[in-house]
């Protein structure tokens, strides 16, 4: 069931299937949720599976003045509480796992279980991050697909990307995050193997997976992805050793 819903003062398209307990997913920068029309969607036969298009993204037009981190994530709070109606498991790929970061910071007793895929949680994170300056250095194909579904027209691309550019800048602590934490990533990532494994020693209730051979993995390993993201939200892992795995004594490397 598609539509739209004003949260947080924007209209936002998004689309809900299945039953079950509800599962976000938050599609990445300058994309939209089709992100997930192949990979994650497919859980609603487990989940009740919401798609949003996040503010000037998609079917969802941008709203006038800047943008930074604490709107976006208010943006889906409000969607949480006036659509989905109770906490949900939020699973977010790239920015949009930014975003996901910094509503478990916000609103912890909204969220089940945390999915970050090729997210870091600040810019040194990343491999490389889009310039301030505009929309010119942008694929053909990403600007092509922002002009078909925008109710702003191929025009307003150029303002939307320099909005957006510097919202991975603000920094993040994933250190506060309480809920059990999946990070995926992979081997060719978006995002520094060192800064996810920082961030994997970071969250008190993290499980790390990095798929192999891999760059864009809800594109190159969907029925791996899917099936990782599955089982991590419906089993807890099993331990068989009191060890906490994530945690390195102090004096690792003293002589």
Not at 32 to 47: E, I, K, W, Y
Not at 82 to 111: D, I, M, N, T
Not at 182 to 195: M, R
């Amino acid at each position: 069931m598609a539509g739209y819903a004003t949260v947080n003062g924007v209209r936002t398209w998004y689309d809900v299937a299945g039953d079950g307990e509800p599962l976000v997913l938050l599609h990445g920068g300058f994309s939209d949720s089709a992100d997930f029309d192949d990979n994650l969607r497919t859980l609603s036969g487990q989940f009740r599976v919401f798609v949003l298009d996040r503010r000037a993204h998609g079917r969802t037009a941008d709203v006038a003045g800047p943008v930074g981190i604490t709107a976006l994530a208010d943006d889906v709070i409000a969607f949480l509480e006036q659509v989905v109606g109770e906490p949900a498991h939020l699973a977010g790929y790239s920015s949009g796992g930014f975003v996901a970061l910094a509503v478990a910071l916000r609103r912890p007793e909204l969220v089940r279980r945390l999915v970050l895929m090729n997210t870091a949680a600040d810019k040194n994170g990343w491999v490389v991050l889009p310039e301030p300056d505009g929309g010119a250095d942008f694929p053909a194909e990403v600007v092509d697909r922002y002009a078909e579904l925008s109710p702003d027209g191929r025009d307003h691309f150029a303002t939307m990307a320099r909005k957006f550019a510097t919202v991975e800048h603000e920094g993040l602590d994933p250190a506060g995050v309480g809920c059990p934490t999946l990070l995926l990533g992979a081997d060719d990532d978006i995002v520094h193997l060192s800064h996810t494994l920082e961030m994997y020693r970071a969250i008190p209730h993290a499980a790390l997976a990095i798929l192999p051979g891999t760059h864009l993995l809800l594109w190159e390993r969907p029925q791996q992805c899917t099936g990782l993201v599955a089982e991590f939200l419906e089993t807890d892992p099993l331990r068989l050793m009191p060890i906490r795995h994530h945690r390195e004594p102090d004096n690792v490397g003293s002589p």
